[in-house]
């Protein structure tokens, strides 16, 4: 059993190491983006599926409340939190819509749309990241290979592996060294 703790600990932390020093020039664009994009009054609008759902909540947790520091709330919303919306448009559209009409709502030039998607081709980030660049939004992508997402949005965050769960712990260590940056440059 310690073996094979040990043996899942490693292969996180290698594909955690790979991915972020392979992105060190991406994630410091992500940083200016969205300090760009909140010091502008804009917001950051993040989504995802099942375990990416709760990322996107999680991220969001991050910017509205705190992070490290004591500093004023940032405008970021998740667009997987609404259950009466998700199931209004899955239900009376498709379920591929469930972001993307959010987007239309609530999504304005200058904001930030960020999609989560392991796989990199979950219909409904896909047709939200697209609607998202058709709106004047910049958008960010976090998938494993890349998928189609990949190909659709401005910057997309790839993680080589196979594994589910390798990728979301990475995604996550992304976005918490995203979250720290983003207070330092515009608060210390």
């Not at 759902?53 to 969001?60: E, G, R």
């Not at 819509?97 to 999504?107: D, P, T, V, Y």
């Not at 189609?148 to 401005?154: F, G, I, W």
Request: aromatic letters at 6%.
């Amino acid at each position: 059993m310690k073996e094979s703790i040990l043996n899942i600990l490693e292969e996180s932390i290698d594909v955690k190491e790979r991915c972020i020093k392979s992105n060190l020039d991406l994630i410091a664009k992500a940083v200016r983006k969205m300090v760009q994009c909140l010091e502008s009054g804009h917001k950051i609008l993040v989504f995802g599926n099942g375990g990416s759902a709760a990322d996107a909540q999680h991220i969001v947790a991050e910017f509205v409340n705190r992070f490290k520091i004591e500093r004023p709330p940032l405008a970021a919303i998740a667009l997987t939190t609404d259950t009466s919306v998700i199931t209004s448009i899955g239900n009376d559209y498709d379920f591929n819509e469930i972001f993307s009409k959010q987007i239309k709502a609530i999504g304005k030039k200058g904001d930030i749309a960020w999609g989560i998607s392991t796989s990199g081709n979950s219909q409904n980030v896909i047709t939200a990241i697209k609607e998202a660049k058709k709106s004047g939004l910049f958008t960010i992508g976090m998938a494993g290979f890349g998928g189609e997402l990949a190909q659709c949005a401005d910057m997309t965050f790839c993680v080589k592996s196979d594994i589910t769960a390798r990728i979301q712990e990475t995604h996550i260590t992304i976005a918490h060294i995203i979250c720290e940056l983003v207070d330092v440059a515009m608060f210390e």
